[in-house]
T-cell receptor
Framework: AQSVAQPEDQVNVAEGNPLTVKCTYS??????LFWYVQYPNRGLQFLLK??????LVKGSYGFEAEFNKSQTSFHLKKPSALVSDSALYFC??????????????FGQGTELSVKP | KAGVTQTPRYLIKTRGQQVTLSCSPI?????VSWYQQTPGQGLQFLFE???????NKGNFPGRFSGRQFSNSRSEMNVSTLELGDSALYLC???????????????FGNGTRLTVT
């Protein structure tokens, strides 16, 4: 079955330190991977995507993600965390269904807390 | 460009009633997807509409239905509400739908449905 796993429910970092939010995936075929962020009482905001090409993908708000095919991982990173980065982060993989379009399968989410 | 607009933001209904949620996509987007978000199940795919046709459907009972109009606006209906239907319902639009990897989903802020 195709799936996405975010092994950490919560990640705590100090402001100014680097952050990593982990994601692993299981798909058949080429993976199309996404990261979204959700602030309280809001919808999801698109951060970045991996389709093909460079394994390091740069996105919005200084975030980047590293695609690792051998480890089936797509970890989200930021060199220097801000308090305003505190939010819920979702990794997702696009799944295609023949002749029916597609859908995103989301991980369970990781709560990122950045303390001053 | 205006973002994805969902109305209403909050709804309180009682068991057995029905409810209709509305979603206006970003101008020019032809695809609308619906997701249910709950603390226990996370983000679950409901269905996707593209050019007024349902393209793909998730694993939800027939009480959940939707439609898309010629202007791409979409509605989602839930009949015979159950307590377990309490959730945040998110609508997302994209230019070409989830079968196109170049069209990330853009989410609205959701409708918070509470069933009592």
């Amino acid at each position: 079955a195709q799936s996405v796993a975010q092994p950490e429910d919560q990640v705590n970092v100090a402001e100014g330190n680097p952050l990593t939010v982990k994601c692993t995936y299981s798909v058949s075929g080429n993976p199309y991977l996404f990261w979204y962020v959700q602030y309280p009482n809001r919808g999801l905001q698109f951060l970045l995507k991996y389709i093909t090409g460079d394994n390091l993908v740069k996105g919005s708000y200084g975030f980047e993600a590293e695609f690792n095919k051998s480890q089936t991982s797509f970890h989200l990173k930021k060199p220097s965390a801000l308090v305003s980065d505190s939010a819920l982060y979702f990794c997702a993989v696009r799944v295609l269904i023949y002749n029916q379009g597609g859908k995103l399968i989301f991980g369970q989410g990781t709560e990122l807390s950045v303390k001053p | 460009k205006a973002g994805v607009t969902q109305t209403p933001r909050y709804l309180i209904k009682t068991r057995g009633q029905q409810v209709t949620l509305s979603c206006s996509p970003i101008s020019g987007h032809r695809s609308v997807s619906w997701y249910q978000q709950t603390p226990g199940q996370g983000l679950q795919f409901l269905f996707e509409y593209f050019s007024e046709t349902q393209r793909n459907k998730g694993n939800f009972p027939g009480r959940f239905s939707g439609r898309q109009f010629s202007n791409s606006r979409s509605e989602m209906n839930v009949s015979t509400l159950e307590l377990g239907d309490s959730a945040l319902y998110l609508c997302a639009s994209s230019l070409d739908g989830t079968s196109s990897y170049n069209s990330p989903l853009h989410f609205g802020n959701g409708t918070r449905l509470t069933v009592t």
